[in-house]
């Protein structure tokens, strides 16, 4: 069982920035591929990015490619989604997820793939 607990969100002006932390219990963290998704009201739940366990593989979709930088840190537990350049478009829920798979490398960027959720942090993008 994993638990996940999100921070860093909140309200910021267009083309600020605001970095997201996820923090997740248990030992075995490295054994987790994680992804960011974010679902805006009315709109489906949606990728945003995802890392592998060991870190060394990332995928940014394409609408936050260039803003939006992955990263996680095995020895704390955590991974963190740097957003840079906000724009209003951005304004959603976002959602960690857990998922264990056996390869270190493999990453996944479906959210019926995933394992654990967070419970969301809200971010808001003001124009």
């Known amino acids: 069982q994993v638990q996940l607990v999100e921070s860093g969100g909140g309200l910021v002006q267009a083309g600020g920035s605001l970095r997201l932390s996820c923090a997740a219990s248990?030992?075995?963290?490295?054994?987790?591929?994680m992804g960011w998704f974010r679902q805006a009201p009315g709109q489906e739940r949606e990728v945003v990015s995802a890392?592998?366990?060991?870190?060394?593989?990332?995928y940014v979709a394409d609408a936050v490619k260039g803003r939006f930088t992955i990263s996680r840190d095995n020895v704390k537990n955590t991974v963190y989604l740097q957003m840079n350049s906000l724009k209003p478009d951005d304004t959603a829920v976002y959602y960690c997820?857990?998922?264990?798979?056996?390869?270190?490398?493999?990453?996944?960027?479906?959210?019926?793939?995933?394992?654990?959720w967070g419970q969301g942090t809200q971010v808001t993008v003001s124009s």
């Open positions: 997820a857990a998922r264990r798979l056996t390869a270190s490398h493999a990453i996944s960027t479906t959210s019926g793939a995933y394992d654990y």
């Open positions: 248990g030992r075995t963290f490295s054994y987790y591929a």
């Open positions: 890392i592998s366990g060991s870190g060394g593989s990332t």
